[in-house]
């Protein structure tokens, strides 16, 4: 059986990227498009493209399978998000006579949520963060569990992914006040219990096992550089292992597909502690975000892997890794303020080229950036013959990134490839870097950096600091570039290149005096205080997904008021001070735009008897 008619049940660049190999198979693409993609670049280089019915989405399962009908597909490739991690729309496809692109419904269903992938990962004798598999309902199990095992811990929604659906807590007052129990039981949410792991290294292993038992790691990678849970820098081969953690790596990799017999394309992760524990987190039953370091490495399409596999093909021989790569995703968050998501227009792009240089992209100049989607714009996609090639490549290819009109992270990566706790091992031969060095290490430095900005510029300046603008000047006969915080010059008619919101990456230094963010403050959180005292609005345009006080309620400084979600991700809303909940003007489910007032309430500061 080949496969020739391939509908891709995705967008953005995932869409492109299996457009282009079904084209190198020779097979004919075919991609289903909601309004805003209609001029998207995987619309335009699909074979075919069909409009979705009026208010259908790309999660519209009936609708995807009667265009599959329609347009004569004879397979389904899911991508990675949206439906791909559907065991009953893999179900459906199946039933209807298509080829899933993707391991079978079972198989993800053993893996599908964290308890099922827990009561897995134990029957293959894979060890995973030592938790609680079974539900947790109450307070009381949370602390004798931490009695014996310690303070930080972790209640995880089954159903959340991303970085969503999680609540550290601390200590037993924590976890008696915390609203997670009531929260999960209104949304019908099973939660279960994990210690939170505060310096470990995240490691994965990119699988591909197919129906005749052949089983390969392809390559391994790490993934630790990440915010919020959610990865910002990938690289492959995992460097700096300690002895024999690659070899028990693959090992259990292969124990956990094998226990539910898994067919097709898969990444095991785990986490590694200083120690040398390897503990099981997840497996993810498609491809990934971070793929791209894997064929990079080894040469290996792994697009084309999965298509041989679902026609019941052998996975064949896998190239050793070679060389080093690193993937950088492009986001539109703002490294100045706790990386918060920006929107708006792309008003100008240009990506790197030149050796050893890979862009994996689905947006173009003009297009609009809404809260709707993942932030991710693109991957810059770096390789070299060594690890010390790849930085240096990477710190090139950032100097010739430019995106005007929104705000991204290239900052946050430029500074991130100077920093030596990333770029060597330390004494021991480890590398230093941990899940939540970002959160901790760097991220302080960039407020920091703003801050003194801030603190150092005109009033104009003042009035947004967190962007630059960059013009192109001549001085003596030499072209030059001069950055500077906007609001510094006055309004003009600009040439290109002269643009309000030009995003070159810069590293960004603290300096002593810069003031951090407040006490208790973490990246995510997002509370803006209005101009009118005691308000508090929404720093974004999101969707406002839970809310956790209610008029009358007294809270403290640091109380959780509401959870906004912007591009896929959980941004948290704080009280400022000490206060009392007067008026909550918005409800869940609903779009909120930046400046829109979520929470009023009485505190000293506005002089009620209340507070």
Not at 148 to 175: F, M, S, W
Not at 298 to 310: K, M, N, S, Y
Not at 377 to 397: D, F, H, N, P, W
Not at 577 to 602: F, N, W, Y
């Amino acid at each position: 059986m080949t496969l020739s008619r391939i509908l891709i049940a995705n967008r953005g660049e995932i869409a492109l990227r299996i457009v282009r190999t079904a084209r190198d198979l020779g097979a004919t693409s075919i991609l289903p498009y909601t309004p805003e993609d209609l001029m998207s670049p995987a619309a335009e280089l699909a074979d075919e493209a069909y409009a979705l019915p009026e208010g259908s989405s790309y999660t519209d399962a009936a609708a995807l399978l009667e265009m599959a009908h329609a347009t004569g597909a004879d397979a389904i490739h899911p991508g990675y998000g949206f439906l791909s991690e559907d065991a009953d729309f893999a179900r459906s496809v199946i039933n209807a006579g298509v080829t899933w692109v993707g391991p079978s419904p079972e198989a993800m269903e053993a893996l599908g949520d964290k308890m099922s992938a827990r009561a897995t990962a134990e029957r293959a004798q894979v060890a995973p963060v030592p938790g609680i598999t079974d539900s947790v309902t109450d307070a009381e199990t949370v602390i004798a569990f931490a009695a014996a095992h310690g303070y930080p811990v972790a209640l995880k929604r089954t159903d959340g992914g991303g970085g969503r659906g999680i609540t550290v807590l601390h200590n037993d007052d924590e976890v008696r006040a915390t609203p997670a129990f009531e929260s999960a039981a209104q949304g019908g949410g099973t939660l279960i219990l994990e210690r939170f792991v505060t310096a470990a290294r995240h490691i994965e292993t990119q699988c591909a096992r197919d129906c005749h038992g052949g089983f390969a790691v392809v390559s391994t990678r790490d993934c630790s550089l990440q915010r919020r849970n959610q990865k910002l820098l990938e690289e492959a081969p995992a460097p700096f292992l300690p002895e024999g953690v690659h070899d028990r790596l693959i090992e259990a990799s292969r124990r956990l597909l094998e226990t539910v017999d898994y067919v097709g394309v898969a990444t095991c992760e785990f986490l590694l502690t200083p120690e040398g524990d390897v503990w099981f987190l997840e497996v993810n039953p498609r491809l990934q975000v971070e793929h791209c370091v894997t064929e990079e490495v080894t040469g290996t399409d792994l697009v084309e892997v999965q298509l041989r596999i679902a026609e019941g093909g052998h996975l064949g021989q896998v190239n050793e890794p070679r060389g080093h790569s690193l993937e950088l995703r492009i986001t539109c968050e703002d490294p100045a303020r706790g990386l918060a998501p920006s929107t708006g227009a792309i008003t100008r792009l240009r990506w790197p080229a030149g050796p050893g240089i890979r862009i994996e992209s689905g947006v173009t100049e003009g297009d609009v950036v809404t809260p709707l989607f993942d932030p991710m714009l693109a991957k810059i996609i770096v390789t070299g013959a060594s690890r010390e090639q790849a930085i240096a490549r990477a710190r090139r290819a950032l100097r010739e990134t430019v995106v005007e009109g929104v705000t991204v992270c290239t900052a946050l990566h430029a500074e991130v490839l100077t920093r030596p706790d990333f770029t060597a091992p330390d004494s021991a031969g480890r590398l230093a870097v941990t899940t939540r060095w970002i959160e901790k290490e760097v991220l302080p430095d960039l407020d920091d950096a703003a801050a003194t900005s801030q603190a150092d510029g005109s009033s104009e300046t003042a009035a947004n600091p967190r962007t630059r603008s960059s013009y192109i000047i001549e001085l003596n006969g030499r072209r030059m570039q001069l950055t500077l915080p906007d609001g510094i010059l006055a309004p003009s008619n600009p040439a290109r290149g002269f643009s309000s919101r030009s995003n070159r990456a810069q590293p960004l230094r603290g300096r002593s005096g810069g003031t951090r963010s407040p006490r208790g403050a973490a990246p995510g959180d997002t509370g803006t205080a209005g101009s009118e005292p005691g308000v508090i609005a929404a720093p974004m345009q999101a969707i406002v997904t839970r809310i956790c006080v209610e008029p009358g309620q007294q809270v403290c400084q640091g109380d959780l008021l509401v959870v906004l979600e912007s591009m896929k991700m959980e941004n948290y809303v704080h009280a400022p001070s000490d206060g009392t909940i007067s008026e909550i003007p918005v409800s869940a489910g609903r779009t909120v735009s930046a400046g829109d007032v979520l929470v009023r309430m009485h505190t000293p500061e506005n002089g009620s008897e209340e507070a």
